[in-house]
């Protein structure tokens, strides 16, 4: 493992920047996410395309940024990247809360 010490500026910067990517991929998938949610429960729900399109490129985009991000700094150095990579999963969470807890709403 690398200490902070030993962690050149550029790769910094590099990871930094590499975070920031993951972060706004991760972002554009969650507000996808919201609106196909909101739809939903406005029952004007027309299907996942948007959805799955959005998650072909972004999913891929942040797992890369954040092995790049790993390789450059090690597991410690890439926070960023690490938290925004785990609202991918976080969607799922969020589905399944909603239909444990509210199991009354018409989810087409």
Do not use: E
Not at 7 to 27: E, F, H, N, P
Not at 56 to 67: E, M, Q, R, S, W
Request: glycine share 4%.
């Amino acid at each position: 493992m690398t200490s902070d010490t030993q962690v050149s500026r550029t790769r910094k910067l590099v990871v930094t920047a590499l975070g920031i990517v993951t972060l706004l991929c991760a972002t554009l998938y969650f507000l996808s996410f919201v609106l196909v949610i909101w739809q939903m429960l406005a029952c004007v729900y027309d299907g996942p395309i948007g959805s799955i399109v959005i998650v072909t490129f972004t999913l891929p985009t942040a797992i890369i940024c954040t092995v790049i991000s790993l390789i450059l700094v090690g597991p410690r150095g890439c926070k960023l990247a690490w938290i925004s990579l785990c609202v991918f999963p976080l969607s799922i969470i969020i589905l399944i809360a909603m239909v444990l807890f509210a199991p009354d709403t018409k989810l087409r």
